[in-house]
């Protein structure tokens, strides 16, 4: 942690979702899901200064991310990958994409293995008075949804945060970059001269609407979940249909169309990732990997394991072990 003006700079190897997740406690009633089989492996970076932060994540798993922004932070991100592999609600991404998260929005995200991720977090209202100087028409009002931009020339601002990310102990500690100017003050002005040059993606297209409806229902399916084991009590796809009134056909629909994997296979690995992240935080060293598979609504064991492995690449006491070490 460096102390001049309270920058900082974090660089984190993940060894799971859950690492991943704790790195962002900036962000409300926000959970992650690892749902493609692997050993997991990341990175997260993070560098800072006076309300400004640009983080850099990666890691070797398909993962799932929901939430909310909080009431205080936007953000603008961008995907650098060879395949482009991210949706972002109802958007897919695309070379030269940029996506401006409001405060208060909703967040829902499928990141594929090996994209990474970068981003840069303001404090809206900051943002936005900055921008209303360069471009008062366009941003008159502040937007209330998320917004797909194409950047059509990205390459400048990916300079730069490379540059960021190249030697940031330095950089932050100067607190100076190229012209003398602060580091949140430069971060702003790239950020808004990229934004500024930037047209609104289409937003209304027959998939993307299709999509933005199939989030919804994803989501609606995904709380009910998580409400019924909240209280111990665990909800099948009958019990979801029913109550939400929807076809198992359409479910089955909109879980491949946003999530790309079966409602029954999600749901069963969400379930998993609950046991892995209290294996890794247990509640005290008398903790066992029965109680906590139960406790998940986990009955067959022997199932159970070879499931655990199958997506996480170790047997679940090689992870109860390791967090009591």
């Known amino acids: 942690m460096l102390s001049k003006q309270h920058a900082f700079y974090r660089d984190m190897p993940l060894s799971d979702v859950s690492e991943q997740l704790a790195a962002q406690d900036w ?14 492996q990341g990175r997260y970076q993070e560098l800072g200064n006076q309300g400004v932060s640009v983080v850099a994540e990666k890691q070797n798993c398909t993962i799932h991310k929901r939430g909310s922004m909080n009431a205080k932070h936007c953000t603008i991100s961008y995907v650098r990958s060879s395949n482009y592999s991210l949706r972002f609600s109802e958007y897919n991404t695309f070379k030269n ?4 998260l409001p405060s208060h929005t ?46 059509i020339d990205r390459k400048p601002l990916e300079e730069f945060t490379d540059y960021l990310f190249a030697n940031p102990a330095v950089n932050l ?32 297209s027959p998939d993307v609407i299709a999509r933005r409806r199939a989030c919804e229902l994803v989501n ?23 109550d939400l009134k929807i076809s198992q056909r359409n479910l089955q629909y909109c879980f491949k169309k946003v999530l790309d994997i079966s409602p029954n296979a999600y749901l069963y690995r969400l379930r998993l990732n609950r046991v892995r992240g209290q294996l890794l935080r247990p509640k ?15 009955w067959h064991l022997g199932r159970f394991s070879s499931d655990y492995v199958q997506l996480f690449g170790e047997l679940p006491s090689a992870t109860l072990r390791r967090a009591l070490n």
């Open 220 to 242: 609606q399916a995904i709380d009910y979940v998580n409400s019924g084991l909240e209280s111990h009590i665990c909800p099948s796809i009958v019990d979801i249909c029913t």
């Open 173 to 204: 500690t100067d607190n100076l970059l190229l012209d003398g100017k602060n580091i949140t003050s430069l971060i702003l002005e790239k950020v808004l001269l990229t934004i500024d040059s930037s047209e609104i993606h289409e937003a209304a």
């Open 27 to 40: 962000l409300p009633s926000f959970e992650m899901a690892q749902i493609s089989s692997g050993d997991y």
């Open 284 to 298: 005290d060293s008398d903790v066992t990997v029965t109680e906590v598979a139960f406790h998940w609504h986990f």
């Open 106 to 151: 909703e967040i829902d995200i499928l990141v594929g293995a090996d994209v990474e991720t970068l981003y840069f977090r303001f404090e809206e209202s900051a943002l936005l008075e900055s921008a209303r100087i360069i471009s008062p028409q366009r941003w008159e009002n502040a937007p209330d949804s998320l917004l797909l931009l194409d950047a």
């Open 97 to 100: 994409a940029l996506f401006f």
